[in-house]
């Protein structure tokens, strides 16, 4: 059986549709619905079925992909780190959004880089969710963190943790309101202060008011840094009010940098995921990485 056509069957497996796979292999679609037909031909039986919005695997196809995608898997990884190099020291690419990356995930995978008997060298990167979950889909990541849960087959997400966001400024600002107990109604008080967002579009203000508020901002955004860390900065320094997760503001808030403006009973919450492609975790230093990761968040809090 020829590898290229069990190669273009599991990425259409894992991605649910022609087109998607065309996309990811560099094929034109009747390429690979000319390569599925091939291998339909020689194994006598159908694939996939065809539907409106993509295809969904037969039985058959459902037991192939199960036998062939880990070992196709390996060849890969042989293929890329090539027979001579030490195959116990492997390279994990990481991506996820820039704070929680490097607050929490690289720290803990860190201590796997170490001689422990499976170690791995480790990559990378930063991005939103749609940047990370379309270079996982396209094999330029093994694990992604995203906020956003990703559709379809092509990639399988656990939920890693909850992160609480809280409404922070400096100690000054709380004077001017008086109170860390705001009511709803209170809203338009805070509503002529000035914010502090990663983006004009203000998403944690925003999400903050309509969870907590049932309301929107009034306000426009008065300082606009594309890092959250960099919003916590200008908190700090007295710029405003700006709504960060918490695990961010601890060592400020336990230094009196920045004080809590409000504090509900049911804080607002983002949740967020680990990310792999199908069939991936059937990779040992990948699964291990996840396993390791789940394991951490549980102290997170």
Not at 31 to 42: D, G, K, Y
Not at 97 to 124: H, I, K, N, V, Y
Not at 148 to 156: D, E, I, Q, S, V
């Amino acid at each position: 059986m020829d590898l290229a056509l069990l190669r273009t069957f599991v990425t259409v497996h894992r991605a649910g549709s022609f087109t998607r796979a065309a996309a990811l292999l560099g094929l034109s679609q009747p390429a690979v619905t000319s390569q599925i037909r091939t291998l339909e031909r020689q194994l006598g039986r159908p694939l996939f079925l065809r539907q409106a919005r993509g295809v969904t695997p037969t039985t058959m196809g459902d037991e192939l992909a199960h036998k062939a995608a880990p070992h196709l898997d390996a060849l890969v990884e042989i293929a890329e780190t090539g027979p001579d190099n030490d195959s116990s020291l492997r390279t994990l690419h990481l991506a996820g959004p820039p704070e929680f990356t490097a607050e929490r995930a690289l720290p803990a995978l860190t201590e796997l880089t170490g001689d422990d008997g499976q170690p791995f060298a480790l990559r990378a990167s930063f991005g939103n969710a749609e940047e990370t979950l379309e270079g996982l889909a396209a094999g330029h990541h093994d694990l992604a963190i995203s906020t956003a849960r990703p559709r379809g087959a092509l990639l399988t997400a656990t939920t890693l943790c909850d992160e609480e966001h809280t409404l922070v400024a400096a100690p000054r600002w709380a004077e001017q309101i008086g109170s860390a107990n705001l009511d709803p109604k209170d809203a338009p008080t805070l509503d002529d202060l000035p914010l502090i967002e990663v983006h004009e579009s203000l998403p944690f203000v925003s999400r903050y008011w309509a969870s907590v508020f049932d309301s929107r901002p009034a306000a426009s955004g008065t300082v606009i840094v594309p890092d959250l860390r960099a919003v916590l900065a200008c908190a700090s320094a007295g710029a405003g009010l700006a709504v960060l997760p918490r695990y961010l503001c601890v060592p400020a808030l336990e230094r009196g940098e920045v004080v809590p403006l409000h504090e509900p009973a049911v804080p607002p919450l983002r949740t967020y995921f680990l990310v792999v492609r199908t069939g991936t975790l059937a990779m040992p230093h990948i699964a291990r990485a996840h396993e390791w990761l789940h394991r951490a968040a549980t102290g997170w809090g």
